[in-house]
Every structure is written in structure tokens, then in C-alpha cells.
């Protein structure tokens, strides 16, 4: 294990952390916050930190292999997030630092789960720097640190692929650095583009930009108790649309953007995807109006909540426009469903993805095929390519260690007492990075009654999702520090 | 600049990571899955896994916006098909490896110009050509040319009593009446571009330009001229024997083919009716012993293992044959070999890549001076680079001692109308002339480049 390489990415990130800590410091000072302070010393602080562990680790071979690239995604994410908590808690909003460290993790994985009983009390600053995290951590940072520094190493391509979620991750353009500028590109325009249309709506500009934030990096902190409920039905649609765009492959948008329209359309995975989510939205408003009535007014308004609610479940954003957890019985069960599924590889959103579940679904019929005709040969193939059968069977071990870390979690929280709904969906809610779950964690709820354990192990619980658990878990195992 | 390469075997692999380290866009395809996750995992550049002549895969890989295109696939065939089909989909330039020897004569023209091939690149026959021009001049260790062969630059050790231990090269010049310029000089794992105050050292190894008939009297004063060799055995009855027992043959050498098997034997012995081709092993000792290998001018081991090579020619050494060359084509052997005293090694990978990348550098810069030629030196640590001067280069009508020249870069030679000058402080370039550069550590792209 090279140590050095290691320590000296983490501090790289950190001091990238304290320039971007710069920016909600001057949204601050434009609203003449004395927040602003706290977020400049918390900005300082990242970058002394990182540039001692820079200069500490400047010396020594820049090659990075696999585990390198595990080990550094891994740490500068909790890195990230450790510093990151300090606005919330030197400014006293958030005044237990467990509290401070779930909410800034909560932000990075793109989460959304909040432990703020009452958002009111952040500042225009904090807000910013709360919904800012989703966006930074929706592409994640180092791909980010990629696009701007000249790779030192060619290896580069295995912190691309620690960080990047899904079973395979793919190049665009020969050259890492050219592929994490154009996914950035795409990303930024994506934004840009919501927050226009947003401000079409009548939405300040403050506002608009920080559901862009949230909604491209799928990650859903609201800015209204509420959440998205109070603004109009134009808003909340653009959303919508915004929500389903990021929870696709990003790759696809490259492949239109060069005129291969028709192999970006050919993709088994954006089709299995949006089938999904109309066959869910058409369930949930078949299901509402023959239980509940006309509860909301009009057929377009539960038709407009349906398609809101699926569409920021699956994506794993988790805003919200009405409680869900007043819909019946099998709406809620079927959103408890998608939570899990989430959405494509290489998309901004958490869960399982549609193409793990894909190539489960083609693993499966092959295995059975061969009970039938045991001698029969046959090969999974996605997206037109032969999948290899190492590909199929690391996916078997990461369903496999999916389930072992979703129980471990689920034992550990419900030492809390709370009832099984409230626990197994802030479980499911955190490892998929959805946000708001069902009962007392539902979309008007929040995580602030859970104890302090069960907040630390809910915070790693979503940097496990967000990084697809093997990361993580390697850098806690000590063999991966172990001298070669 | 894009470059799309077919084939990532041995040759594929080394051109990869060459183009690579020059910053190249490159895609690799390869049938083998293995390979392309292995070449992903290592180089910064995007694999395909497919077959490199189906046009679905050419497209994905981008071929059409490609400038460079190169197949170096196992099968000639595919080569051509697939370079074939890169042209029409819009690749500029395309070079497809083809070995086949009768693909390499005359109707290699026709399909050249029928394919559109830029360039028809054969390993076997480079590593023979270059075999071939060592054996002509045995006291080199390797021989590079520039200019059609009118400029060339010799690599030779000094030996552990050489008389110029300890001389500085200003000595050089004026004890040694003969006009030779030392370009670099290898010592260890250092590289230096020596100045006139640089003191060699036995056991160095050192390029030099000359004119040839300056060489072999500088060889003869130094005592260590060697002249060419007559009696040449070789080992192992690949293509690259073939073709440099043809070359052999052609200049009146004599030449023994060993070849372990028979049906291989029987081929050369169609192809070579002069040479003798044995079918024995060519490991055994008592054979070689009994086929002459005292009485041998050189003794070259063209078997398909690097090792067998290294060490069949470190027996031939001792045996007191004059010169031994050894095939070795992974790089880590041939450290090895050379801390064993075997300094004379070639590889046909490496002769490969060193065109390829010259060529890459030219594409690459068509508007200044273009680089003709290109040779990696020293284990890559130094070029030698050929450059053609257009009229609008800065370095024109400058004394050469006048030019602000960059560190560790060193004119070598110039060919002006087909003669050469070993260059002098007084010398000047002028437009149209051939200039031959040697660097260390620095990528030149340009003429230009080496001014500071």
C-alpha cells in the first residue's frame, strides 16, 4: 500500500474543499450573515489540513493501483465529510457535532436526510453550503479533481472507478482526465439549465439554484419544511423531469451530444428504467384514487404527486411534494420497492441501479436454463456486449454483501425502539442515499430522535451506498494497509 | 492526436505504451478481454474488446475521426482488412503489420497503393535489416541511420583496456586525428550528452557520428576494428533468420541456419539453397561445437526464447567468437542480459516501435520541421531524431556555437545534397539540410524545440 499517494490525494481534496467552502462563504456575505465567519474558518481549516497532508506526502512514487484508488476515494470522502460538518457546528445551527457530521455526509452521498427538526434556523449561507454538498458529491470530487489536474499516473481510471456508481464503468474518450471533464460539462450545463427553467417559474434565483444542486446530484435537502410542496405545479414538473434526466447514464447524453443518437437509445437500461417508473406512477394513481378519492383535487394534481414522488424515490433525490406516508398500504410499500432499485449506472443516483438488477434478472434465467439443460452453454449478454463471467460473478458477491450490511445496519438501529416501519425505512432510506423514508422518518419527519449511534452508523451506512460498499469496506480491513 | 491500434499483443502492447507517454488519444482493440482489462488497468487509454476488422467495433472505437490507425494483429490478413475498412470509414493514415514474406515482395506495392496503407510495417525484416548492418560493421554494438544511410551512428563499448580511459573528449579530437563526434555517452543507468570536458571511462558506452571511412580508421587506431563477418551461424529458422540469411547470402557471407524442426528446415533449405541448415538442437554444446563455432565470425541466436538466446550467446562468447548477438524481446531481459556482458541485442518490437513513433511525431507536426527519422537510445533515455529543415526555422545561417541550444540536446550531424558534416562550432544549417538531434529526456516535436 502506498501510504503517500494515498494521504497526499486526500489532502488535494481537502484543500479543493476549502476553495469550494469560499463559495456559500460569500453567499453569507451577500446576506450579511455572521455565519459567513464560521465558513471561512471552516473553509481555512480544510486548507491548512490539506495542504499539511500534502506537503507530508509530497515525496515518493505517484503509482496507484487498485487498492490505492480504493483506499483514497474511500478516506477522502470521510475527510471530506468530517470537515465539512464544521460550519454546522461552530455556528451553533447544529449544535452536537454527530449531528453536524450525519447531516454533512447526509449532503455528500446525496442522501437528503436531514436531522434538523426545523429548517428555518440555517442561514442563507448554510443552506447554500448544505445543498451545494449534494452537488459536489453527485459527480463526486475526484472525478472532479481528475478533470482539472494532469494525471500523474495511468492508473488513474481505478479512483474513477471507485467512485463512479455501477457494476461497469466505462470510458468516453480515451483519456480519463477528458472523460471526467465532459461528464462535468454535461453536468454543469444540466444545472444551469434547471435553474433557468426554474427561475421561469417564478422561483428566486437562490432558490432555483439550490434545487438544482439537489436535484442534479439527486440528492433532495429541501429548503422548506415542506419541501417542494409550496412551490407551483410548473416548478415541481421541471423538477420531475430534471430528477429522471439525472438518474440517467450519463454516458448517454455524451453518445446524443455526438450524433450517436441511436446506440444512446439502443441502451436496455434507460428503457428497463423509465419503464419502471411509468408502470410504478400508473400503479400509485390507480392505487390512490381508488382508495383515497379525489383526495387531491384533480386528477392532474394526483397524476403531477404520483409521477413527483416515484420519480424522486427511484432517483433516490427524496424531495417531496405531499406525505406519502398518507398514501395507502401498497403505495408506500411499492416506493419502498424503487428505493432499493434506484436509478442507472453512471448517473448521479444511489441504490442498487437498474443494470445490477438487469444482469441479476439474465443471471438468474441462465442459471435456470441450465437446470433444464445441463449441459447447455450459455453467456449473459447487456447492452448488445457479452458480459464476462467475472463481471457476473462480483455482482453475485455484491448482492451478497448488500443484504450482510443492510442487516448489520438494521439490528444495530433498531436498538432505537422505534417501530418497524420508521427503522427498516431509515435503513433502506440511508444505504440507497434516498432521504426521507416511511413513518417517523417520512418526508415531513427527520433522523433527529435517533440516538448517536445509531446517527454514526446511518452516516457510514450512506457512505457505503454511495460508494457501493467495497471501497469502504476494504479501507477498514487491515490487510489493505498491510506492507506489500 | 487519435490513435485507434488493433492488436495488443507483444508489438501492440509496446507501441501502446510509447504513444501513450507522448499523450496520444489512443483506443485499443483486442479480441481477448483479458488483455484489454490488464492495458485499461495499466495505460490511460479506452479498450475495445472485439474483432478489429468488424466495422460495428471500428465505430465505436471512433475510427473515422482517427488520424493514426495501426494494425498489429497476429493475421496479416486482418491487418489488411481491417486497415482496409479504417480508410474508408475516414481514417487519415492507416499501417498495418505485414510479415507474411509472400506478401513482402513484389505485390506488397500493389496492395500498398490498392489499400491505401501509409505504411506496410514488417518487424521481422527491420530487426534482419538492422542484424544485417551490425554484422557488416562487428565492432558496433548497433548501428541507427539517418538519411538513407548517409549519416550513421555507432554504439560501442569501451572495452575494459580501452586506450581512451580517462581521455576527455577534447583530447579525443586532437590525439585521434579521426573526426568523430561522441553524441552520448551511457554509463550505469545515466545518460549523459557530454560536452568537450566529459572524461570516458572503460565500460562506458558511447555513440558516435562519423563519416565511414572515418570510422574505420578511428576502430583501427583504437585497435578494436573488426572486419565484417563472413562465417555466420545462426540460431532458430524464424522469419528473421530468413530474411537476414537472404541478406547475408546476397553479400557473399557464409552462412549455417540451426533449426530444430524439420519440417522448418526443409522450407529454409528450399528458400536458401546456399546456406547450410542443420536440424539439431541448437542448445546442444557438442553440436555447436562440432559445426565450427570456434572458427565463426558471429554467432546470432534468433531462437523464439529470449533466454535460450541470452545464454546460447554467452556460451558462443566464450568459446572466443568473436561477435554474438542475441534475440530479446521483454525489456527486463535485457538489463539482465547486458549486466551479463552481452551488449549486443536486438528486438524486433522495439525496431517496430521506434518507426511507429516516428511516424506519429511527423503526423503530428506537418507544418514545421518535420521528424524523418527516429531512434530510442540508451533504454529510452535519449532520441536521435532526424529533423528536415523547412526554410522558415530559427536555427538557419546561425554558427552552431552562436545557437542557444537547451541542455542535454546535441546536434549530431547534418546532410547537406547527400553528404555529411560532422558538425563543428563553425558549422551552419541551412534550409533543406538534413539535421540529426540527439536528446535526452524531452520529446522534440520540432526543430525549433531544441532552442531554449
Not at chain 1, 395 to 424: E, K, P, Q, W
Request: glycine share 8%; with cysteine.
Amino acid at each position: 500500500m502506498n501510504k503517500k499517494i494515498v494521504f497526499y490525494t486526500v489532502g488535494r481534496i481537502l484543500q479543493i474543499e476549502g476553495i469550494l467552502l469560499l463559495l456559500p462563504t460569500v453567499v453569507s456575505l451577500i446576506y450579511r450573515e455572521k455565519t459567513a465567519l464560521h465558513l471561512f474558518l471552516s473553509a481555512l481549516i480544510a486548507a491548512t489540513v490539506g495542504a499539511i497532508l500534502m506537503f507530508l506526502n509530497r515525496k515518493g512514487d505517484r503509482k496507484i493501483f487498485a487498492r490505492e484508488g480504493f483506499a483514497s476515494v474511500a478516506l477522502s470522502w470521510i475527510m471530506m465529510s468530517a470537515i465539512g460538518a464544521l460550519p454546522f457546528y461552530l455556528s451553533g445551527a447544529i449544535p452536537s457535532y454527530t449531528s453536524a457530521f450525519f447531516e454533512t455526509v447526509s449532503g455528500f452521498t446525496t442522501t437528503g436526510a436531514s436531522i434538523l427538526p426545523d429548517i428555518t434556523v440555517l442561514s442563507h449561507g448554510l443552506l447554500f453550503w448544505r445543498s451545494f454538498t449534494h452537488w459536489v458529491g453527485g459527480m463526486g470530487v475526484l472525478v472532479f479533481i481528475m478533470a482539472i489536474f494532469p494525471s500523474e499516473s495511468g492508473r488513474s481510471v481505478h479512483i474513477m472507478r471507485a467512485e463512479m456508481p455501477g457494476p461497469i464503468v466505462g470510458k468516453l474518450v480515451p483519456k480519463v482526465r477528458e472523460t471526467a471533464k465532459i461528464l462535468y460539462l454535461i453536468y454543469i450545463a444540466m444545472t444551469v439549465i434547471m435553474t433557468v427553467l426554474l427561475m421561469f417559474g417564478k422561483m428566486s434565483l437562490f432558490d432555483s439554484l439550490l434545487h438544482a444542486f439537489g436535484t442534479a446530484g439527486t440528492g433532495g435537502f429541501g429548503m422548506r419544511p415542506d419541501s417542494v410542496g409550496g412551490y407551483s405545479p410548473y416548478c415541481q414538473w421541471v423538477i420531475t423531469v430534471f430528477m429522471l434526466l439525472c438518474g440517467i447514464n450519463f454516458n448517454l447524453y455524451y453518445l446524443i451530444i455526438i450524433g450517436r443518437f441511436r446506440s444512446a437509445v439502443k441502451s436496455s437500461e434507460l428503457w428497463c428504467y423509465l419503464a419502471i417508473v411509468a408502470a410504478s406512477i400508473i400503479a400509485v394513481v390507480i392505487n390512490i384514487t381508488a382508495t383515497l378519492g379525489n383526495v387531491y383535487d384533480s386528477l392532474s394534481a394526483t397524476i403531477r404527486h404520483s409521477a413527483f414522488q416515484v420519480v424522486s424515490v427511484m432517483t433516490t433525490t427524496g424531495f417531496s411534494t405531499v406525505d406519502f406516508n398518507l398514501w395507502p398500504e401498497f403505495s408506500k410499500t411499492l416506493l419502498l420497492v424503487l428505493m432499493f432499485i434506484g436509478g442507472c449506472a453512471g448517473s448521479t443516483a444511489g441504490g442498487l441501479k437498474v443494470s445490477r438488477l438487469i444482469l441479476m434478472v439474465k443471471t438468474v434465467r441462465r442459471d435456470l436454463k441450465r437446470l433444464i439443460h445441463p449441459r447447455s452453454v450459455n453467456t449473459v449478454k447487456f447492452e448488445g456486449k457479452t458480459v464476462e463471467n467475472e463481471t457476473v460473478e462480483s455482482l453475485g458477491s455484491y448482492f451478497m454483501i448488500y443484504a450482510v450490511v443492510f442487516f448489520v445496519m438494521l439490528m444495530v438501529v433498531s436498538f432505537d425502539r422505534f417501530n418497524l416501519t420508521t427503522t427498516f425505512s431509515a435503513v433502506v432510506a440511508c444505504f440507497n442515499n434516498v432521504g426521507p423514508g416511511l413513518g417517523g422518518v417520512g418526508p415531513l419527519g427527520n433522523f433527529s430522535e435517533f440516538s448517536v449511534h445509531s446517527k454514526w452508523f446511518l452516516s457510514l451506512g450512506m457512505l457505503l451506498g454511495r460508494l457501493e460498499i467495497f471501497p469502504i469496506l476494504l479501507t477498514l480491513s487491515p490487510s489493505t494497509w498491510a506492507k506489500k | 492526436m487519435k490513435i485507434v491500434i488493433v492488436g495488443c499483443g507483444k508489438i501492440g502492447a509496446t507501441i501502446l505504451s510509447n504513444l501513450t507517454s507522448e499523450g496520444h488519444n489512443i483506443v485499443a482493440i483486442d479480441s481477448d478481454a483479458e488483455v484489454i482489462t490488464e492495458l485499461t488497468n495499466v495505460y490511460d487509454v479506452m479498450g475495445i474488446c472485439g474483432n478489429g476488422a468488424d466495422s460495428d467495433i471500428l465505430d465505436e472505437a471512433g475510427v473515422g475521426s482517427a488520424e493514426l490507425f495501426i494494425a498489429v494483429s497476429n493475421s496479416d490478413e486482418l491487418n489488411m482488412l481491417s486497415c482496409f475498412l479504417a480508410r474508408k470509414m475516414g481514417a487519415k493514415h492507416t499501417i498495418a503489420r505485414v510479415r507474411n514474406p509472400e506478401y513482402n515482395d513484389k505485390s506488397l506495392r500493389f496492395m500498398k497503393e490498392n489499400l491505401e496503407l501509409s505504411m506496410a510495417i514488417n518487424p521481422e525484416l527491420l530487426a534482419a535489416k538492422e542484424l544485417f548492418n551490425i554484422l557488416k560493421f562487428p565492432s558496433a554494438v548497433k548501428i541507427e541511420k539517418f538519411s538513407r544511410g548517409n549519416l550513421e551512428m555507432i554504439e560501442f563499448r569501451l572495452g575494459s583496456d580501452s586506450a581512451l580511459d580517462g581521455m576527455t573528449l577534447i583530447d579525443l579530437r586532437k590525439n585521434h586525428r579521426a573526426k568523430v563526434l561522441v553524441c552520448y555517452v551511457r554509463r550505469g543507468d545515466e545518460v549523459f550528452i557530454p560536452n568537450g570536458t566529459f572524461i570516458l571511462k572503460s565500460g562506458d558506452l558511447i555513440g558516435l557520428t562519423a563519416k565511414s571511412t572515418e570510422l574505420q580508421k578511428f576502430f583501427k587506431s583504437l585497435g578494436v576494428y573488426k572486419k565484417q563477418a563472413k562465417n555466420v551461424m545462426i540460431l532458430g529458422g524464424g522469419k528473421v533468420s530468413l530474411y537476414l540469411s537472404e541478406m547475408l547470402l546476397e553479400a557473399g557471407s557464409s552462412v549455417k541456419i540451426i533449426e530444430k524442426n524439420k519440417e522448418v528446415c526443409n522450407t529454409l533449405s528450399e528458400a536458401l539453397p546456399k546456406a547450410v541448415v542443420l536440424n539439431g538442437d541448437g542448445a546442444e554444446h557438442e553440436l555447436l561445437l562440432e559445426e565450427g563455432l570456434e572458427s565463426l565470425d558471429a554467432f546470432v541466436s534468433l531462437t523464439g526464447m529470449d533466454e535460450e538466446n541470452i545464454l546460447l550467446s554467452i556460451f558462443a562468447s566464450n568459446q572466443k567468437v568473436p561477435k554474438t548477438i542475441a534475440k530479446v524481446d521483454r525489456d527486463e531481459l535485457v538489463n539482465l542480459a547486458e549486466r551479463l556482458g552481452l551488449d549486443c541485442v536486438v528486438s524486433a518490437k522495439r525496431m517496430t516501435a521506434n518507426v511507429l513513433l516516428s511516424y506519429a511525431r511527423a503526423l503530428e507536426n506537418s507544418l514545421g520541421s518535420n521528424v524523418e527519422t527516429l531512434y530510442k537510445l540508451a533504454d529510452g533515455k535519449a532520441e536521435a531524431l532526424e529533423f528536415n529543415v523547412k526554410p522558415d526555422s530559427k536555427v538557419i545561417g546561425i554558427p552552431l556555437k552562436e545557437l542557444a541550444i537547451k541542455k542535454g540536446i546535441l546536434i549530431a550531424g547534418i546532410i547537406r545534397d547527400r553528404k555529411t558534416v560532422i558538425p563543428s562550432g563553425d558549422d551552419v544549417i541551412k534550409a533543406h539540410d538534413n539535421v540529426v538531434v540527439i536528446a535526452a529526456d524531452q520529446g522534440l516535436r520540432d526543430l525549433d524545440g531544441i532552442l531554449r
